[in-house]
């Protein structure tokens, strides 16, 4: 069992920044890929980003392709999203979450992922 917490949620400004974090329970941490996604009001969970259990790999939706950066440290069991040119449509409650060993790194869902953060709110005001 793994237990993750995340935080740096809060209001911002179109265009401006924010960096999330997700601090992860265990001595196993590194043993697991990780990802972020993300839930806007009345819409589906979707796909952010996810990293490879080393860090040398990383995976973005489209949409945030160029402007999101994920990453992690496994000395400090935590992984990070750095959002960058936040846009209104980035509104939403962030999670991040514990990659299933062995699933497809195509086409991530939330059904492979196994582990789940209680999520932290971003704001985007226009």
């Known amino acids: 069992q793994v237990q993750l917490v995340e935080s740096g949620g809060g209001l911002v400004q179109a265009g401006g920044s924010l960096r999330l974090s997700c601090a992860a329970s265990g001595r196993t941490f590194s043993s697991y890929a990780m990802g972020w996604f993300r839930q806007g009001p009345g819409k589906e969970r979707e796909f952010v980003a996810a990293?490879?259990?080393?860090?040398?790999?990383?995976y973005y939706a489209d949409s945030v392709k160029g402007r999101f950066t994920i990453s992690r440290d496994n000395a400090k069991n935590t992984v990070y999203l750095q959002m960058n040119s936040l846009k209104p449509e980035d509104t939403a409650v962030y999670y991040c979450a514990v990659k299933r060993p062995g699933t497809s790194w195509n086409n991530l869902q939330p059904t492979s992922f196994m582990y789940w953060g209680q999520g932290t709110q971003v704001t985007v005001s226009s």
């Open positions: 990293i490879s259990r080393s860090g040398g790999s990383t």
